[in-house]
């Protein structure tokens, strides 16, 4: 599962993170499997060369997200066992981003690594802030306890859940106010600059009458793959940790507003893509 969760690395905006992004929303809408040449024409509509398409499969297939596969006498890949639990993930924090209200519960998590497990110690920390942990101190992180799971997950797939201790707590009462703390374990303003960032590239969306073109398909990619990882590493704290300017909720609303709009006329141009590319 490691090298899968780190396709997260892959920049928003990049060919890997694109054709990522394309192979989450609609492989396995087509089965689980499609065709190389399917792909391509894809990517060529979001301005990519064929080439360059072949290449980022082949990295793809080293990250462990798919393998080739002839179905039909055509080539093509299918999704690893890995990644597709990673896509469902994907999804459950994409497209249903959660959020915390006054009085909900929080989840601690205390570790002591040792050193000789340093790079494991490196690996904990790197995916607790990947899925929206904060770090209240070295060896110790807070999330909302709706994140437990994915936490729990994290600490089992690199086998030091034996070195770890796991809470759930109220409201923590801290020294200053709870802005000041939320800030000092998260980096809000880097999540607040992805909201606004998102918010101002796909704030104008699309025209409510979107049409199962290239260019309809071309705007929804790029929207959800740019705000793919918003989710993760916006933990979703309650107002009262947040400041009042707080651009979460409108990032959210206009992320909404783009897949009522475009996600069914980009399915149905995918599939007319794959009609005509058999």
Known sequence: MSAVLDDMD????????????????????????????????????L??????????????????????????????????????????????????????SAGDRWCLVSFSIPEKEREKRHQLRRRLHWVGCGMVASGLWISPDFLRDEVEEILQDLGVRGKATMFTADTPQVGGSLRE???????????????????????SGQDPSAEASAETFATFVRCIDHWRTIPY??????????PTDWPGAEGTNVFRRIVSISSQPSREFVRSVAANST
């Open 181 to 203: 703390a939320a800030a000092a374990w998260w980096d809000l303003d880097a999540v607040s600059e992805l909201h606004r960032d998102f918010i101002g590239r796909f704030a």
């Open 233 to 242: 590493l916006d933990p979703g704290l309650p107002p009262e940790f947040l």
């Open 47 to 100: 301005d990519v060369a064929p080439a360059i398409t072949r290449t980022a499969l082949s990295r793809l297939k080293k990250k462990g997200v798919v393998v080739p596969q002839v179905r039909h006498g055509a080539a093509g890949f299918v999704i690893t066992e890995g990644a597709a639990a990673m896509l469902a993930r994907g999804d459950r924090r994409i497209f249903n981003p959660r959020s915390m």
């Open 10 to 45: 892959s920049r928003p905006g990049s060919t890997t993170s694109l054709l990522r992004t394309v192979i989450g929303l609609y492989l396995r809408d087509a089965g689980g499997w499609m065709s190389t040449q399917h792909l391509v024409v894809l990517m060529a509509a």
